[in-house]
């Protein structure tokens, strides 16, 4: 009995070699998959990002055969949007996409050619627009601040630099930065900031006497002086 089952299974194999058309097969295939198609996108993780922005960016796809969808065309047709910083999308069968995003921070109101415009922890650039309730955040000036305050902010929270504490960022085109704290309080950093000054600032900003002054000025080497 078992040798018949080898001889029907040989002979199946042989009859469907000698007749294989691949034009037939992908269009078996491709009318097969019509019964997957894509009905519901599920945007997880999202909390900046906005579902009617992945679903606009998804729109074809949408109906369409599951099977035929790649994920990395899905994800790159997002990758416009604002706030992402990277995404992830993957199928569930039969009829679902699940996106789920990866947001940046945003870290700053920048202000340039008289326009507003919010900073991102990516250094991207966002227009302004009043549906962002950000009201907490500090404003930052100088031409090519936006490309140089993701690695400054890196320093001063590695430093504990208190963070919160900053009403304005000053950006010099020599390469170094003035703050304003939120009591109006100014620190003068040196072009060659590093480290040991982030340190040794935040211990000036612990001492009681720095009270009685308005501004640190830490632009000489060797020197503190206050006013």
């Given at each position: 009995m078992k040798k018949f089952?080898?001889?029907a299974l040989l002979f199946i194999l042989f009859i469907f070699l000698t007749s294989y058309n691949p034009n037939k097969f992908d269009f078996i295939f491709e009318d097969n998959s019509n019964f997957f198609r894509i009905k519901k996108i599920v945007v997880i993780n999202n909390l900046l990002v906005e579902e009617r922005d992945v679903?606009?960016?998804?729109e074809k796809i949408h109906n369409k055969s599951i099977f035929l969808i790649k994920r990395k065309d899905?994800?790159?047709s997002l990758k416009t949007i604002d706030f992402l910083e990277k995404v992830e999308v993957k199928k569930r069968y039969p009829d679902t996409v699940i996106?789920?995003?990866?947001?940046?921070?945003?870290?700053?109101?920048f202000f340039k050619d008289k326009k507003k415009y919010l900073l991102d922890s990516s250094s991207n650039l966002i227009l302004y627009d009043e549906k962002y309730k950000f009201n907490q955040l500090p404003n930052i000036f100088g031409d090519g601040a936006e490309k140089n305050l993701t690695n400054f902010?890196?320093?001063?929270?590695?430093?504990?630099?208190?963070?919160?504490?900053?009403?304005?960022f000053y950006y010099f085109q020599i390469g170094r930065w003035d703050?304003?704290?939120?009591?109006n309080k100014i620190i003068k950093f040196p072009y060659d900031i590093n480290n040991d000054i982030i340190k040794k600032t935040v211990e000036l900003l612990n001492h009681n006497d720095f009270k009685n002054y308005n501004s640190i000025d830490l632009r000489v080497a060797g020197k503190i002086i206050v006013e």
């Amino acid at each position: 009995m078992k040798k018949f089952y080898k001889i029907a299974l040989l002979f199946i194999l042989f009859i469907f070699l000698t007749s294989y058309n691949p034009n037939k097969f992908d269009f078996i295939f491709e009318d097969n998959s019509n019964f997957f198609r894509i009905k519901k996108i599920v945007v997880i993780n999202n909390l900046l990002v906005e579902e009617r922005d992945v679903y606009k960016k998804l729109e074809k796809i949408h109906n369409k055969s599951i099977f035929l969808i790649k994920r990395k065309d899905a994800e790159t047709s997002l990758k416009t949007i604002d706030f992402l910083e990277k995404v992830e999308v993957k199928k569930r069968y039969p009829d679902t996409v699940i996106v789920k995003i990866f947001e940046t921070k945003p870290v700053g109101f920048f202000f340039k050619d008289k326009k507003k415009y919010l900073l991102d922890s990516s250094s991207n650039l966002i227009l302004y627009d009043e549906k962002y309730k950000f009201n907490q955040l500090p404003n930052i000036f100088g031409d090519g601040a936006e490309k140089n305050l993701t690695n400054f902010l890196s320093l001063l929270e590695n430093n504990h630099f208190p963070i919160k504490k900053i009403k304005s960022f000053y950006y010099f085109q020599i390469g170094r930065w003035d703050i304003k704290l939120i009591n109006n309080k100014i620190i003068k950093f040196p072009y060659d900031i590093n480290n040991d000054i982030i340190k040794k600032t935040v211990e000036l900003l612990n001492h009681n006497d720095f009270k009685n002054y308005n501004s640190i000025d830490l632009r000489v080497a060797g020197k503190i002086i206050v006013e």
